[in-house]
């Protein structure tokens, strides 16, 4: 679809051991996208986000909160090709 994007966000600050994955993907789900969340070692929350772009750019201004005690710093995004990004179905959080 011409008007479905995909991107990774690299969220940093205070986004570990605040619920920041549950939210995300209830957020995500919310907004029918599809992808995945996850801690990663650094500190850092990384999400795989794909849908309508509307969405995902609704997704990306969202994630500049995060959850209530969250203390976002930095929402980083890099836009992929979706042709060639094997997206889940749905949106899941990964240990």
Same mark, same amino acid.
């Not at 991107?7 to 995300?24: D, E, I, K, P, S």
């Not at 849908?51 to 995902?56: D, I, K, L």
């Given at each position: ?10 969220? /940093?600050?205070? *986004? ?12 995500? %789900? ?6 995945? *969340? ?14 309508? %772009?509307? %969405? ?5 201004? /969202?994630?500049?909160?995060?959850? &209530?005690?969250?203390?976002?710093? %930095? *929402? ?12 889940? &179905? ?6």
């Amino acid at each position: 679809m011409a008007d479905s994007i995909v991107v990774t966000a690299r969220v /940093t600050g205070r *986004v570990q051991g605040v619920w920041f994955r549950g939210w995300t993907q209830a957020e995500a %789900e919310r907004r029918g996208l599809c992808g995945w *969340v996850r801690n990663d070692p650094d500190g850092s929350v990384i999400a795989l986000i794909g849908g309508p %772009e509307a %969405e995902v750019r609704a997704m990306i201004a /969202t994630l500049h909160a995060g959850p &209530e005690a969250a203390r976002v710093a %930095e *929402v980083e995004i890099v836009h992929l090709d979706s042709d060639t990004v094997d997206l889940p &179905e749905g949106f899941n959080v990964r240990r």
